[in-house]
């Protein structure tokens, strides 16, 4: 498979997943994920996906400062419906990279290495998504807005044409090209730009709250 080449340019994402060492997966439980990872599990790569990712990225690197992220010890709230928008292509990669899951994940060993109920809605969040660690209740608000990304003008016409089945090839080839750009400004121009990806420290007794909720 090859992947838009600057997909390697962003920065990866390190945890330690205690379920993964026990059961032999890796010698010391440590696992990486990639952007590629990311297009991999949605088949596709655009902002939302990007910003899942790197969301994801920035609130681990805030809530493990010197440290490995415990893949499966977070707790993640989105503040819309699985059903509501693209809020489910953002789940499939907060799982991924945090082990959190909803109903339909795994249980655990008697009683430890539980992942499932520890991705679920509240919609009553300010910011797209909380990320909380379990161990410390330590949590952080996440957030991204898009508006100061530029568009480029031709994207919006060849969009319709592509979508309404009027497209070239040519046409979907520059679709194409016009896309994957707009996502590497994203992911490698704005990467650390606080007006598009913000973070904001949850206060200990709100996140303590959310917990017990």
Same mark, same amino acid.
């Given at each position: 498979?090859?992947? *838009? /080449? ?9 945890? *330690? ?21 990311? !297009? ?9 996906? $990007? ?6 990225? @920035?609130?681990?690197?805030? @809530?493990?400062? #010197?440290?490995?992220? *415990?893949?499966?010890?977070? &707790? ?8 509501? #928008? ?14 959190? $899951? ?17 991705? %679920?809605? &509240? +919609? ?23 508006? +100061? ?15 309404? #089945? ?17 996502? %590497? ?14 973070? %904001?420290? !949850?206060?200990? /007794? $709100? ?7």
């Amino acid at each position: 498979m090859n992947l *838009q /080449h600057f997909y390697a340019e962003v920065p990866r994402i390190r945890v *330690q997943d205690p379920l993964a060492r026990l059961l032999g997966c890796t010698e010391d439980g440590q696992l990486e994920y990639g952007f590629g990872d990311a !297009v991999r599990l949605t088949g596709h790569a655009c902002p939302t996906v $990007a910003s899942a990712y790197w969301l994801t990225y @920035l609130a681990l690197e805030h @809530l493990y400062p #010197g440290e490995l992220p *415990q893949r499966g010890g977070i &707790k993640v709230e989105l503040r819309d419906d699985a059903r509501s #928008g693209s809020t489910g292509v953002i789940a499939t990669v907060v799982q991924m990279l945090t082990g959190a $899951a909803g109903g339909s994940g795994f249980k655990g060993i008697a009683g430890r290495f539980g992942r499932v109920g520890l991705i %679920r809605y &509240k +919609p009553d969040l300010l910011a797209l998504l909380r990320f909380t660690r379990l161990d410390t209740q330590e949590a952080v608000d996440a957030n991204v807005d898009l508006a +100061p990304l530029p568009t480029d003008p031709r994207l919006e016409p060849l969009l319709e044409r592509c979508a309404t #089945g009027r497209a070239t090839a040519a046409d979907e080839r520059e679709l194409g090209q016009l896309w994957q750009q707009r996502v %590497r400004y994203l992911l490698l121009d704005c990467a650390r730009d606080p007006a598009v990806f913000a973070l %904001r420290p !949850v206060k200990r /007794h $709100a996140a303590a709250g959310a917990m017990a909720s």
